[in-house]
């Protein structure tokens, strides 16, 4: 007997029969002996759906306000699975996340996890209960209902398989596993029947929808055994997402191409080049509670330097205002715009740390096909770059066959 962690997407929970064919799969593992927590999100488009119903009373919700709107999409749920479970025969209890009391700082809308309380899920569970969780949610330490931020579900799954000591945390989404990039941009893209954390975090990190980042940070720092399978089809092994490398010499250099259609470049011209300067220009950003991803500085010859970075397209305007109210008068800066019309391409492979040249194949392909590189952002195991977002899935498409990601 296992503990088993199953966390379904809104597309797998969204409407009634595919919410009993989540039923009949719980079922059949329940059958098999094992104790089964199930996650679920809102069904599909519920949360915009949400999101629209307040943005019409106010421009900009409270964020507050806005928390307590959209975790109700989860709450309606895990009721309906529960039914559904009980309907097959079978003893079911729906939890919100205040009801499991999954422990969250305040920062809504994007809150982490600081702890979850086992104690309930577990006296149900072994008491034969499967035990519906709603993902996406959790409450603060006033009792104010929080959220994890887009994908959160994931996150929600993976921490619960961590603080229950799951046997294993199963992935259900509309795809059966982890491709080399997204099939709806390259047909020829292939399932991998296994991808490194690293990988996995570094794909996630860098734009592929698969899995919310945070859920492969929790997955690696806990050593949960991940899976990635379709709610869509009965057979198939997924996706494994792995803790060891594999020792095998036929293991293409590069797993896969993710790539980011929501990130807004930012841009502030002539500063002092002096010490001290990108956090003054960035710590009023982070302050405001906004991500940075990619950074560039570059020093002219005049003694000023010009200042790069990028943030979620979504948050560009909230953070050119920030610059322009706070930043720009007190450091001097000559200009600051925006540009929200770019996209970033990444290539993720564990075999970079043993080849060379994969940098310069990436940029001679992007440059035969005429497609400028705005920016650069390189780790151990990934190669990122922006450009124009017109030119985005060439850029994929050419990527994955400069890299012979087809070929099994």
Known sequence: MALIVQKYGGTSVANPERIRNVARRVARYKAMGHQIVVVVSAMSGETNKLITLAKE??????????????????????????????ELGIKAK???????????????????????????LKADLDA??????????????????????????????????AALG?????IYTDVDGVYTTDPRVVPEARRLKSIT???????ASQGSKVLQIRSVEFAGKYKVKLRVLSSFEDEGDGTLITFEEEEN?????????AFNRDEAKITVLGVPDKPGIAYQILGPIADANIDVDMIIQNTGADGTTDFTFTVHKNEMNKALNILRDKVQGHIGAREISGDDKIAKVSVVGVGMRSHVGIASQMFRTLAEEGINIQMISTSEIKIAVVVDEKYLELAVRVLHKAFELEEA
Request: proline share 3%; glycine share 10%; charged share 20%.
């Open 128 to 161: 034969g209960y499967v035990c519906v969780v709603a993902g996406f949610q959790g409450v603060d330490e006033n009792g104010n209902i929080t959220t994890l931020g887009r994908g959160g579900s994931d996150t929600t799954g993976v921490a619960l398989a």
């Open 57 to 86: 009373l106010m421009a900009e919700p409270d964020p507050r306000e806005l928390d307590m709107i959209v975790s109700t999409g989860e709450q309606v749920t895990i009721g309906l699975t529960a039914l559904a479970l009980i």
């Open 94 to 120: 729906s939890y919100t996340g205040a009801q499991v009391k999954i422990l969250t700082d305040d920062s809504y809308t994007k809150a982490r996890i600081l702890n979850i309380d086992q104690h309930n």
């Open 197 to 203: 954390f690293e990988e996995m975090l570094e794909l």
């Open 166 to 170: 799951a046997d294993e945390c199963q």
């Open 249 to 257: 010499m036929e293991q293409p250099i590069i797993s896969g191409i």
